[in-house]
């Protein structure tokens, strides 16, 4: 008799930050997958997605371990993520959350544990080449931002790979991520009545929709990917294209100018991101998805059809550096622009016009 060869025992799968925001959309998709034996929803309360096992805890809590212990695969999207936070507060919970995660998934022995970062580590600068490859240098700048928030959780993911050798580690790390519930340092930007932009320097923009996020976060949790894998639609959009789908016209400073303005107002508290935040709205960081191409990977957003939905999302709100303020007030702001960064330096370059007279 000729013996049949056995499928794979189908692993047991966790997420992290489950009840809300992307966690829930990745939770609604893994529970209807054949992939998984079962899915389990992890976060401080309980959320409305049927069909999968709840256990309420707070990934912070060191007691984590004991209920992973029957896991396989686990995918972290508890965060806190909010641009409005107060910055110490929200770094202190995300590594935290962080450290947890990882060192339970340790000790219980998941084999398999997905973070979810962003390109942003890659750092936006004029000479960037486009696209990065995902092998590319994490050359950010460490800051009190989102930014620094995920280069700290990747130092932390690099630790416990040498601290732990056995357990599998896949960090994603998505271009600016555009949907329903995002609220980012760049769909801000298009609050704008006017887009900053830097002299002799040109974005390139990538968007990675959550529906393409939460795609190829599946893959990951299913092992398809492993390593650093980057997520965004293909290609990119020139600032001309961009200018030309919104309608919103560019406003252009020098880089001193703006950078150095846009400091100061962080520090006095005007503007709640840090000055290098604005290098991901002046700069290119645009990703190569080779991981994802490779494992039969396909965004099912193109570009122009995220950034349409990014203009949707945005209608009736007006922000004043990631600030949002009424629409009435924020055309009182100085030279009739919402970005305080362009309001102030346009006072600054009259004030120098003058003295040159």
């Known amino acids: 008799m000729v013996p049949t060869s056995k499928r794979p025992r189908q692993p047991v799968v966790a997420i992290t930050g489950a009840a809300s925001g992307l966690g ?38 060191p007691l984590l371990a004991n209920r992973i212990s029957d896991i396989d695969v686990l995918v972290h999207l508890a965060g806190d993520y909010a641009l409005d936070s107060d910055p110490s507060e929200r770094r202190a919970y995300n590594l935290r959350a962080a450290q947890t995660v990882l060192t339970a998934s340790a000790a219980a022995r998941v084999r398999r544990v997905v973070l979810v970062t962003s390109a942003m ?68 930007h298009f609050e704008a009545p006017r887009l900053l932009t830097v002299k002799g320097c040109s974005p390139r923009w990538q968007f990675c929709h959550v529906d393409d996020l939460v795609s190829a976060l599946e893959l990951a949790a299913r092992g398809a990917v492993t390593g650093v894998v980057a997520v965004g639609s293909d290609g990119w959009l020139e600032q ?36 290098t935040d604005l290098h991901y709205v002046v700069y290119p960081w645009v990703v190569e998805c080779a991981a994802l191409r490779e494992a039969g990977w396909k965004p099912a957003w193109t570009n122009e059809a995220a950034f349409a939905q990014l203009l949707e999302l945005r209608e009736g709100r007006t922000m004043v550096v990631g600030a949002r303020l009424p629409v009435k007030e924020a055309t009182l702001t100085a030279a009739g622009a919402t970005v305080a960064v362009i309001g102030t330096a346009a006072v600054v370059r009259q004030i120098r016009k003058k003295r040159r007279l």
Request: net charge negative; hydrophobic share 40%.
């Open 121 to 188: 580590v890659y750092g936006a600068t004029p000479d960037n080449p486009v696209p990065l490859a995902e092998d590319a240098d994490v050359a950010a700048e460490p800051d009190s931002g989102m930014v620094g928030d995920y280069l700290e959780i990747e130092a932390l993911a690099r630790r416990s790979l040498r601290s732990h050798p056995g357990l599998e580690l896949t960090v994603v790390r998505p271009a600016a991520i555009v949907g329903p519930g995002i609220d980012t340092v760049v769909t801000r």
């Open 240 to 275: 001309e294209q961009v200018e030309e789908l919104s309608g919103i016209r560019r406003f252009e400073l020098p880089a001193g100018l703006t950078f150095g303005t846009a400091q100061r107002l962080h520090r006095l508290g005007i503007t709640p991101a840090p000055a």
């Open 24 to 61: 829930r959309e990745l939770l609604a998709r893994l529970a209807v997958s054949a992939d998984f034996r079962r899915v389990v929803a992890i976060d401080e309360q309980r959320g409305d997605v049927q069909d999968v096992t709840w256990r309420v805890i707070d990934v912070r809590d």
